[in-house]
């Protein structure tokens, strides 16, 4: 059983930062790419940032060098790093890691919870 957990969401104003971090706890043997993801209402889940095992990072166009995306592969944990926030990052933010299982060796998908984050003076 693979379970993540994310936190760090919030109300902020525009121009100011957050970081949210999704932790990783079970029978994990390795954690794969690992993907940030944000909803706002009415609209599709898109793809923010994207981490893979080896570190390389990819984003998406809207959120270019404002957001930062890492990983702590000691403590099975991804962040993401957000300044300069402005009104329209406001959404529910889900993390989603892509597990090699223990014992099993069986790679399957995982979803966060889902933390809120908004952006509003």
């Known amino acids: 059983q693979v379970q993540l957990v994310e936190s760090g969401g919030g109300l902020v104003q525009p121009g100011g930062s957050l970081t949210l971090s999704c932790a990783a706890s079970?029978?994990?043997?390795?954690?794969?790419?690992m993907n940030w993801y944000r909803q706002a209402p009415g609209e599709q889940r898109e793809l923010v940032a994207t981490i893979t095992s080896g570190g390389s990072t990819n984003y998406a166009d809207s959120v270019k060098g404002r957001f930062t995306i890492s990983r702590d592969s000691a403590k099975n944990t991804v962040y993401l790093q957000m300044s300069s926030l402005k009104p329209e990052d406001t959404a529910v933010y889900y993390c989603?890691?892509?597990?090699?299982?223990?014992?099993?060796?069986?790679?399957?998908?995982?979803w966060g919870q889902g933390t809120q984050v908004t952006v509003s003076s």
């Open positions: 989603y890691a892509n597990i090699r299982a223990l014992f099993t060796e069986i790679v399957s998908g995982y």
């Open positions: 079970g029978s994990i043997s390795k954690m794969n790419f």
